[in-house]
């Protein structure tokens, strides 16, 4: 159930230019949280910014989660100036997080647009745990895209889990000058990997989602994709965050944020 | 000693003069986990119609300053699956049930009130002629012809008491609060959202799929008050007021404007312990003015 904290924050970190990664003291949310799940912040006491924002658990510690987020406009630069010991108002976890399949799909391909890293790392931490033991483990690789090199986050913390990372930047200054959907492509057929082997995890910009849909079409019963939309209540009671899918209109806060890959229409 | 908070508007007695707005507590069980919803006055439902409303193209939300833009288009399930599916959760709460209401043409508001007149579950209608998300050629609530006729529809429909949300985007307000109280409506609530818009410049376009929406939140609070106190002055039935109260110092803002009963909407998505806070803060503030009942103070207003 979701719950309201006055949590405090025991870090702050800015990891690129405009760029933060915060740690936050809450051991209940801790405990009940899922990769893939948010929490609805109150960014300052003001009546203006007004509403919360949602942002993704980047990681789940014991006691502790960790957001990781852009400073995009007046709620995110309020965040950001928060330091250690300061309180946070927040709600969560909220929204139904990934579901990890065990044994059918022998690929696990995660691929990252961007700030798409963020409820990616839960989920990568949560496929590479209890790792041992006598039955095949399906290939883990990573796909991280975005426009610069500046803008490539997490590289090394997947690498850290055992996964198969690479890396696209679109404008070619790190790793391989391309879309990460192309580079997905790339590795899938050089490696000689069928798509019906494999079960994506994606979070990133609509297009990147809609080629993926697209490849992965007739065999992504396993896929799953999160999404992010503006957000007033977070717990699904307003009907604000819709996304349109096959079955109509579904919340992103409570049906979401994480959806079948091909279940959500692509426009 | 304690002051009474207990009031009543047409036949529903209510424990304290703090409600839920229609369309920010969706059927009560979201904000279970958050908030003593079985300490509230009352609940009001989301919008019903007769049959489900897919409602509007995404993006429906809006920041802006001081509030929110809110294009929902009135999505919900119709009036049989309300009755079936969502209506048990609302009254397992035990407090008075609000049913919203909304409909294409007098007949349709009819309807739904003659289904939901038989449902013991349901204390009270609130009629919903001021949504701005509709596409129609104009609000019922702009004009006070059609105004009357619904509530006519409304009343020959139920028993229940029934209560006529105004819209503030109208010239003369009074008047359409004066038809609705002729036609027999028990109270009026006001004010729904205020029609407007937001744009995004980068893409050029509106940051709402449906273009436009209502305007909602701390922004508004100053247009509502002098709403409220205008048709404080117009009609006799009881006031509900509402718009951009956050607190209780708002609330009694309200209801010495001539508010009888106030009602939390917005708030509940920046903390949904608005309308509990609203509740205790309203019970000091009497107790430290020595007031002995909360009606002593609805139009109190000093001129």
């Not at chain 1, 022998?106 to 041992?132: D, R």
């Not at chain 2, 609070?221 to 209780?248: E, R």
Request: a positive charge; charged letters at 25%.
């Amino acid at each position: 159930m979701a719950q309201r904290t006055i949590a405090r924050v025991i870090a702050q970190k800015e990891l690129k230019k405009g760029c933060f990664r915060m740690t936050i003291e809450a051991p209940s949310v801790a405990k009940a949280a899922k990769p893939g799940q948010f929490i609805h912040i109150r960014c300052g006491d003001s009546r203006d910014p007004l509403l919360r924002r949602p942002i993704s658990i980047y990681k789940i510690n014991k006691k502790s989660v960790e957001i990781l987020y852009n400073v995009i406009g007046k709620g995110t630069a309020i965040l950001s100036a928060k330091k250690a010991g300061d309180t946070i108002d927040i709600i969560g976890p909220l929204g139904n997080g990934f579901k990890i399949y065990k044994g059918s799909k022998s690929i696990k391909l995660l691929v990252a647009g961007g700030m798409g890293v963020a409820p990616l790392m839960g989920l990568a931490e949560g496929l590479t745990e209890g790792s041992a033991g006598g039955r095949k483990q399906p290939k883990k690789i990573a796909i991280l895209g975005a426009k610069t090199k500046n803008h490539i986050l997490c590289e090394k913390e997947f690498k850290k889990l055992g996964i198969d990372v690479h890396v696209a930047t679109e404008d070619g200054s790190m790793g391989k000058k391309c879309l990460a959907t192309d580079l997905a492509k790339e590795i899938i057929s050089s490696k000689k990997y069928k798509w019906s082997e494999v079960c994506i995890y994606a979070a990133g910009p609509m297009p990147m989602i809609k080629v993926l849909s697209v490849l992965m079409e007739g065999c992504s019963l396993e896929s799953q994709v999160s999404f992010e939309e503006k957000m007033a209540c977070g717990l699904g009671a307003c009907l604000g965050c819709v996304v349109d899918t096959q079955a109509g209109y579904k919340r992103i806060c409570k049906d979401g944020p994480v959806f079948n890959l091909c279940e959500v229409i692509c426009e | 000693m304690k002051p009474n908070l207990k009031t009543k508007i047409g036949n529903i007695e209510m424990k304290n003069p703090v409600t839920v707005a229609s369309g920010t507590f969706g059927y009560g069980s979201e904000f279970e986990s958050l908030v003593d919803i079985k300490n509230l006055g009352a609940i009001v439902s989301k919008t019903i119609t007769l049959n489900a409303r897919v409602g509007n193209k995404p993006p429906r939300i809006a920041e802006t300053p001081a509030g929110m833009l809110n294009s929902i288009g009135l999505e919900n399930p119709g009036v049989g699956k309300f009755l079936a599916e969502k209506l048990p959760a609302m009254a397992k709460f035990r407090i008075p049930v609000i049913v919203s209401i909304a409909g294409e043409s007098e007949e349709e508001y009819r309807k739904i009130a003659e289904k939901l007149d038989k449902d013991d579950r349901v204390q009270g209608i609130e009629i919903n002629i001021s949504c701005p998300n509709i596409h129609t050629n104009e609000l019922i609530a702009q004009n006070e012809t059609l105004t009357a006729k619904v509530v006519e529809a409304v009343k020959s429909a139920t028993k229940k008491t029934v209560i006529t949300k105004l819209s503030p985007n109208v010239t003369n307000i009074i008047s359409i609060a004066k038809a609705a109280e002729r036609s027999g409506s028990d109270a009026i609530s006001l004010i729904n959202t205020i029609t407007a818009m937001a744009v995004d410049i980068k893409k050029k376009e509106s940051k709402l799929g449906n273009i436009t929406g209502g305007l909602s939140g701390p922004a508004i609070k100053p247009i509502a008050l002098h709403m409220v106190w205008k048709v404080y002055h117009g009609v006799k039935i009881p006031i509900i007021g509402m718009g951009g109260i956050m607190d209780w110092q708002d609330a009694i803002e309200f209801m010495l404007c001539g508010a009888r009963v106030v009602t939390v909407g917005t708030a509940n998505f920046v903390n949904p312990e608005a309308s509990t806070e609203v509740i205790r803060g309203m019970e000091d503030y009497l107790k430290a003015e020595n007031i002995k009942d909360v009606k002593d103070i609805i139009g109190k207003l000093r001129v």
